[in-house]
């Protein structure tokens, strides 16, 4: 089923519910950006919130559009509930109570019905997305705690969970360069090709990939740490973001013990 039918399907199934009050499209559908490949995000607004009667309704609704082969009611979030069809189309739906839908703006939905008038009474415009000063510092120091358990992988020759590492630095890195543009609508996750410039794409591209092996697995950490910690240094000049000092020249320390490895960086 295309995505309009399933929409409209869902949409004229929980209309005339008495305990559903609105519903909304949001994500890429709110916001006018869908492609072939976007899941379906709604809000539904209920004044008792995320029910189990509102579940089933939305249940039963979904099964209008297809065979439910995976559904994950609630256990993620209290309010979310994701399910995929036979044909995999995928839906999600995040059910609050009138209060709680405050909280969006008109530039990220896209009604569907609103028996309450709700989104006229959102703000317009959606605020600037950027993290909080707490936020941004908690991500270098688990970027830093990361490369700092490369003496453990090493030490231990557990060169799989090295790799696992690696990947976690790469994510980090991804969601820094995601700080640096400051795209105004971020999306799901798998939209970076829109939220990361051409310089930061060919910086990721470049890097080595992940070999489970002692010297690559020492040479990559290094890598990501290169490219990683002097941006994080100057975006949190930027964004008045104490720098964590002492622990990353305890990692460095510790790794020059442990490796014999250099800061491959001037500070």
Not at 24 to 32: C, D, I, K
Not at 50 to 77: F, H, L, Q, S, Y
Not at 225 to 236: F, G, H, M, S
């Amino acid at each position: 089923m295309k995505s309009e039918r399933v929409i409209d399907t869902i949409s004229n199934a929980l209309c005339d519910h008495s305990a559903v009050r609105g519903l909304f499209l949001s994500g890429s559908f709110g916001n006018g950006r869908a492609d072939a490949y976007s899941d379906i995000d709604f809000v539904l607004v209920s004044e008792d919130g995320p029910t189990d009667k509102v579940a089933g309704a939305w249940k039963t609704a979904i099964a209008r559009t297809g065979d439910i082969v995976m559904w994950w009611d609630r256990n993620v979030r209290p309010a979310l509930i994701n399910a995929i069809t036979a044909d995999w189309t995928r839906t999600d739906v995040i059910i609050l109570k009138p209060e709680q839908f405050a909280a969006h703006n008109q530039t990220s939905l896209r009604p569907l019905f609103d028996h309450d008038g709700l989104y006229d009474q959102l703000p317009k415009e959606q605020p600037q997305p950027q993290a909080s000063p707490a936020r941004l510092f908690r991500q270098i120091e688990e970027f830093i705690r990361i490369l700092g358990l490369l003496h453990l992988a090493a030490g231990r020759e557990e060169y799989i969970n090295g790799v696992a590492g690696i990947f976690h630095l790469r994510t980090k890195l991804i969601d820094l360069m995601v700080e640096e543009t400051a795209a105004p609508d971020r999306g799901g996750a798998l939209h970076l090709n829109r939220l990361l410039t051409e310089e930061q794409k060919a910086l990721i591209t470049a890097l080595p990939a992940p070999v489970a092996e002692r010297e690559a697995m020492i040479a990559t950490h290094l890598a990501y740490a290169k490219a990683y910690l002097p941006r994080a240094r100057k975006l949190a000049k930027q964004r008045g973001v104490d720098w964590p000092e002492r622990f990353e020249v305890a990692t460095w320390d510790k790794l020059q013990e442990a490796l014999g490895v250099e800061r491959p960086y001037e500070v």
